[in-house]
Nanobody
């Protein structure tokens, strides 16, 4: 049974917004780290944002800081990624990932930190 399921991807024009959802069963109560990554063909997965669930601790990559916001809805076991001011270079497959324990400094954007991954949702931004 999948523990992480992403949704909310789609096509949008540059400057637009999308909100991605990650149904993260078993990970949103507290003491876990949930993150969003993205990947384009031929490139490494890039960590974008991470949240220590049940806390206010959030972390962002410089490439998305000020444009993307990670949040959680504990009641619905969901972690969101609100993406504003989208650019064509934001086009990618977006994944959520989760691990037990709070997000650790220097590790929250490393793929190997996470044992659970979703199947991904495609985001396409046109110019």
């Amino acid at each position: 049974q999948a523990r992480l399921v992403e949704s909310g991807g789609g096509s949008v024009q540059a400057g637009g917004s999308l909100r991605l959802s990650c149904a993260a069963n078993g990970y949103t109560d507290s003491n876990d780290c949930v993150a969003w990554f993205r990947q384009t063909p031929g490139k490494e997965r890039e960590g974008l944002a991470a949240i220590s669930t049940g806390t206010t601790s959030k972390y962002y990559a410089n490439s998305v800081k000020g444009r993307f916001t990670i949040s959680e809805d504990i009641a619905n076991n969901t972690v969101y990624l609100q993406m504003n001011s989208l650019k064509p270079e934001d086009t990618a497959m977006y994944y959520c990932a989760a691990a037990g324990g709070y997000c650790s400094a220097l590790l929250y954007f490393r793929q190997g930190t996470y044992g659970d991954w979703g199947q991904g949702t495609q985001v396409t931004v046109s110019s």
